[in-house]
């Protein structure tokens, strides 16, 4: 096995992490506590061709692989995980499938702006809909329907938890086409903001990850051309599937950043406050924290970049991904609550960061596949 980046993604990573440190910590505070969408820091994104990274350049994209992506990930996330997951979200669960599964048409019309983040002059990024009120973990259970009427359909339903729900200008819709048929009756939908019958709803108050924009979306006889459904009919579950799988890579990413940014955090802190005479970070109690958060910190690490290997290779990366993304996010959410504790009191001050990391690490558990219904996925993976 090889442990070495090679140059171009030891640049990526270096750019991601000038990027964070000199756009996204200024005012990260302020965002979070504002609930204010980054918008500046996601045009600037587009700039540096994050925000459709592993899309191929004739696609308005950067044509790099999913190690660099995780490289650039982690970096973002270390800083303010709000961004990283509208750039994850972009890239992993918008272009991605596009990419793969969409029309040459679909791809010149929509994927094009999409990778490039911008069109017109405008922020141009999408969003994922998925889930709703009754159809969470239980992907199947869509109650959104689309309704065929020969060259178009209506699609009428809500879906909720929206990430980019507000700023996004496309969206891929999730609908039933055939209750009868279950999962293999669910169609994918390309489907813009602006049309008549889309209503975004008011934007989340949520406990972490505050400055990316969370809605529900409704659908009231939205007219959507046939030509924008992705894939032969019935496809849309098996696309869900197949494009989470990868978003579980960039979502394992989000949480080894957050992991590594508290981390970090705490070194530094440790390293300057006194207790007793000396650096608490000279106490054995200390130094066993911090050595079980490197520890599973570097554990998570290579559980993230085995599984964008075996993407980049062609290989099965379902388990892998879903591996990477349960021990990541669940040490993201140990690694935190201790950076808190080495903190003492002023880990629960908000300038000290670490109780925001706190904060943000505890959606990674629950989006894009909860970890519980990761462990299904591995346990079946394990099993078969």
Known sequence: MHFQF????????????????????????????????????????SELGFMGMMTGSQYGGAGMDTISYVLAMEEISKVDASVSVCMSVNNSLVCWGLEHYGTEEQKQQYLVPLAQGRKSGQLYIGAFLLSEPEAGSDATSQQ?????????YIINGTKNWITNGGTASVYLVMAQT?????????DTFIVEKNSP?????????????????THSIMFQDVKVPKANRIGEHGFGFRYAMKTLEGGRIGIAAQALGIASGAYERAVAYAKQRKAFGKEIAQHQAIQFKLADMATRIEAARLLCLRAAWEKDNGGDYALSSSMAKVYASETAMWVTTEAVQIHGGYGYVKEYHVERMMRDAKITQIYEGTSE???IVIGRGILK
């Open 197 to 213: 019958g889309v209503t975004v709803g008011a934007k989340e108050n949520k406990l972490g990850i505050r400055g990316s924009d």
């Open 178 to 186: 055939d209750a009868s048929k279950g999962s293999k009756g669910i």
């Open 373 to 375: 219904v990761q462990r």
């Open 6 to 45: 090679s140059e171009e993604q030891l640049m990526i990573q270096q750019a991601a992490r000038d990027f964070a440190q000199n756009e996204c910590l200024p005012g990260v505070i302020e965002r979070d506590e504002k609930q204010q969408f980054p918008y500046d820091q996601i045009w600037k994104l």
């Open 144 to 152: 959104t329907i689309a309704e065929d009427k020969g060259d178009y």
